[in-house]
């Protein structure tokens, strides 16, 4: 559902990259949509840099 990708090391040895969606939707969403839990469709649309 959502990979890594390494880009560097920064200060201190830190590791640089981002974690980003595949856009593969997990095929458990829909149970939890009947359950009452609503997961924002968007969580597998981006990307996110640490």
Do not use: M, Q
């Not at 959502?2 to 090391?9: A, D, Q, S, T």
């Not at 590791?15 to 949509?33: M, N, S």
């Amino acid at each position: 559902i959502f990979l890594f990708e390494k880009r560097g090391i920064g200060a201190g040895g830190r590791v640089l990259g981002r974690f980003y969606a595949t856009g593969i939707r997990p095929k458990f969403a829909e149970k939890l949509r009947v359950s009452g839990i609503t997961v924002p469709a968007a969580l597998f649309d981006h990307s996110v840099e640490i």
